[in-house]
C-alpha cells in the first residue's frame, strides 16, 4: 500500500507542474464484473489529464473495484478488491469541436488485488470510451485483475 501512495503522488505531482487550466479531471462510477468468476460489484475513479494535441492526451487513472463473487474453480463466494494507479494517454477519433468524442485509452502501472500473493503486481487498463458535450463520459474497459467494467463519469 505504500507504494500505490508513492507512485500516486508522482502522478498527482507530474500534473502538478502545469497549471490547473491545463488539466481535466473527470469522476467515474461503473459497474464491475470478473473475468472469469461469477459476479459484480462497484468500480470508482478518478482520472486527471491533460491534451497534448487535438487528438492525444496524457491521462491517468486511481481507481477503486470491489466485486462480490463466486470463485471459478471453487463455486465459494469471494469478495474481490483491486486498487490501481495507473498512467498512460488517450487516443481521440474526433477533434475537440465535436458533440460526442470518442477515444480509445491505454494505461499502465501498479496494482494491488486481493487474490493475488504478493502486495503489489502490474496494472493494466485498456478502454473504449466517449465524451459527451466535454462535459459527460461513458464505455467500457478491461480494468486489471481481471474485470469488465462499464463506466459513467462527470468532467469537472
Known amino acids: 500500500m505504500k507504494y500505490l501512495k508513492v507512485v ?4 498527482l505531482f507530474t ?6 487550466s491545463q488539466i481535466d479531471v473527470s469522476a467515474t ?9 461469477n459476479g459484480t460489484g462497484i468500480q470508482i475513479g478518478i482520472n486527471p489529464s491533460m491534451e ?16 462480490d463473487a463466486k470463485g471459478f474453480l471453487s463455486g465459494e463466494d469471494v469478495t474481490m478488491t483491486s486498487f490501481n494507479a495507473l498512467a498512460g494517454g488517450r ?11 470518442p477515444y480509445f485509452n491505454l494505461l499502465a502501472g501498479i496494482n494491488h488485488h486481493s487474490e493475488q500473493n504478493s502486495p503489489l503486481g502490474f496494472g493494466l487498463t485498456l478502454g473504449l470510451y466517449g465524451e459527451v458535450n466535454d462535459k459527460f463520459l461513458i464505455g467500457v474497459a478491461t480494468e486489471s485483475y481481471s474485470f469488465f467494467v462499464g463506466k459513467v463519469g462527470y468532467k469537472f
Request: charged share 10%; aromatic share 22%.
Open 8 to 11: 500516486l503522488a508522482i502522478i
Open 15 to 20: 500534473f502538478y507542474n502545469y497549471s490547473f
Open 29 to 37: 462510477v461503473g459497474a464491475a464484473t470478473p473475468i472469469l468468476n
Open 52 to 67: 497534448v494535441t487535438d487528438y492525444f492526451s496524457i491521462e491517468g487513472q486511481a481507481s477503486y473495484i470491489h466485486v
Open 91 to 101: 487516443l481521440y477519433f474526433l477533434n475537440s469541436e465535436k458533440s460526442f468524442r
